[in-house]
């Protein structure tokens, strides 16, 4: 609404809703603390675990705090660019989702008590920016080189991003797999170590325990053999991945073939037959004994390869076929008459398997697969989601500690150390941004404070102790002690996290904490009205 010579204007649409000043940025400080809320109960190895409900019913139970964020539905504007931060940090470095929405609200939180002293958002904008930047130069600072191929400490790395999780009493075991995918599938390009966690393949199987989840060295594919009466297991593979079907072609124009006799129909379909033999003949002769076809195997040509004691499968998925080309070194081909020796791929055992209610090919033993598969078995669909998810989080943290081999004392350590830092930083600014700074310190001890809180302990005494073992730099690695609720070392401890992790998050929130104080505007359709102003 506007004014011109005292005759009200109408701008916007009828029904609109706005808010301006201090009562948007309230609203939306309010917002994003609430969702800071709902997951931070879920911190730590001793946090709590979440039910959701969705509309079908179906029930997700976890401590994940990606999968909390995704599943719930948010409306409020604010809050959405919280669950965009959760979202940002998994899809990046896989892991520090909590952390990060957790940080984020803290962040607001600190930021409002400093605006209802009179200090500007813009002001503590510009505070957050140079803590940011001073807070990325003490992590590097803090950081401790590692050797990639040290299993000992990326197995630790692994655990950590585990403890938390609902099945933490398979931790070593689900770790142990974790490092030993990420470590067959990583690739050397220059002086960059590259890993695609898409080739390795999860597969979710219900029956059994938890302890029987176990990596196989090759590919799992969710198909049967196509013919009864071709070998169910057989060793030293030679394995042909085939791009075409294994069929009679049809012709890509109408065509009339005129048969007057019936020698013609006879031949007609010698020919055919013929046809299909050839090319079981083919792959015979170049010495493939199984044969992965991406496309359909006609009748015929199943038993001209059965014949032949050659396994195949068809109509298997091209992911699969990508994947199966990686881990057994086979060229996928378009044309069968085409094939070689050289484009067949080796692999020490292919058998199919029943794994619950289904049969599944196991291409295992392969050399030096640069694909993987890991089977997860538990006794309830619960708990194989979970460790999916659990497993999920460990695959991602030792892919950011190889991509990037630097990591930090977990526990709470590193947030404290980066706290005390920061408030000496702060006093050599001055200003009105050495509050924001200091307030930004503060919020950084959200976390460990946090790990005490869901742990059952007094957060004010443990705080209070860390502070005073960080004085000296031979304490800089002391964190939260769970079990005790006393501070002790995290490196000692084995609780480590990659720094790629930490530094993502505390980047991520503190540009939603920054975006999210800079609005003093809402204009609300009026079809969102409700959902902004609650």
Do not use: W
């Amino acid at each position: 609404m506007a004014q011109l010579s005292g005759v009200p204007i109408l701008i916007l649409k009828e029904g609109t809703e706005r808010k301006r000043g201090k009562d948007a940025q309230k609203n939306n400080i309010a917002a994003a603390k609430a969702v800071a809320e709902a997951v931070r109960t879920t911190l730590g190895p001793k946090g709590m675990d979440k039910m959701l409900v969705d509309s079908l019913g179906d029930v997700t139970i976890t401590n994940d705090g990606a999968t909390i964020l995704d599943t719930i539905d948010v409306e409020h504007p604010a809050a959405k660019m919280i669950v965009e931060v959760a979202k940002t940090q998994d899809e990046k470095v896989g892991d520090g989702t909590t952390t990060s929405v957790i940080i984020s609200g803290e962040l607001l939180n600190l930021a409002e008590e400093l605006m209802e002293q009179s200090v500007h958002p813009t002001i503590i904008f510009r505070g957050y920016r140079k803590a940011l930047l001073k807070s990325k130069e003490i992590l590097q600072d803090l950081a401790i080189k590692i050797d990639i191929n040290d299993n000992n400490v990326l197995t630790k790395v692994a655990e950590t991003s585990m403890n938390s999780k609902l099945i933490t009493g398979v931790k070593s075991h689900f770790a142990s797999i974790a490092v030993k995918a990420v470590s067959q599938i990583k690739e050397q390009r220059g002086d960059n170590v590259i890993i695609d966690l898409d080739q390795i393949q999860i597969i979710k199987k219900e029956g059994k325990s938890l302890l029987d989840t176990n990596i196989i060295d090759g590919i799992i594919v969710d198909k049967e053999i196509v013919h009864p009466m071709m070998p169910k297991s057989l060793k030293n593979a030679k394995i042909a991945l085939i791009n075409s079907s294994l069929e009679v072609e049809k012709t890509e124009f109408d065509a009339e073939i005129r048969v007057q006799t019936p020698d013609q129909i006879n031949k007609f379909l010698e020919e055919e037959a013929n046809m299909l033999k050839n090319r079981a003949a083919k792959l015979k002769e170049v010495g493939a004994n199984v044969v992965f076809c991406q496309k359909g195997v006609d009748d015929k040509a199943q038993n001209f390869l059965a014949k032949e004691n050659i396994i195949t499968i068809r109509r298997v998925k091209r992911s699969d076929m990508e994947k199966l080309a990686r881990a057994t070194n086979a060229r996928i081909i378009n044309n069968i008459f085409e094939i070689t020796p050289q484009d067949l791929g080796n692999s020490g055992k292919v058998e199919e398997k029943k794994i619950g209610d289904d049969n599944m090919i196991f291409v295992s033993e392969c050399a030096d697969p640069k694909a993987v598969s890991i089977l997860i078995r538990a006794g309830i669909e619960h708990m194989v989601d979970e460790a999916e998810r659990m497993l999920h989080d460990a695959l991602s943290v030792v892919k950011a500690a190889i991509e990037l081999p630097y990591i930090l004392p977990g526990g709470g350590a590193s947030e404290i150390e980066l706290a005390k830092r920061l408030r000496a930083y702060a006093r050599s600014i001055g200003g009105r941004e050495q509050l924001a700074i200091e307030i930004y310190a503060n919020a950084l001890e959200i976390i460990p404070k946090t790990l005490v809180e869901n742990a059952g302990h007094n957060p004010v005494d443990l705080i209070v102790e860390l502070r005073s073992k960080h004085e000296n730099d031979d304490g800089k690695a002391n964190g939260v002690n769970i079990d005790t609720g006393k501070p002790d070392n995290m490196v000692q401890l084995g609780v480590l996290e990659p720094l790629s992790i930490l530094t993502q998050a505390i980047q991520s929130a503190t540009e939603v904490s920054s975006m999210i104080l800079k609005i003093d505007d809402v204009i609300a359709a009026s079809g969102l009205s409700k959902s902004s102003g609650e």
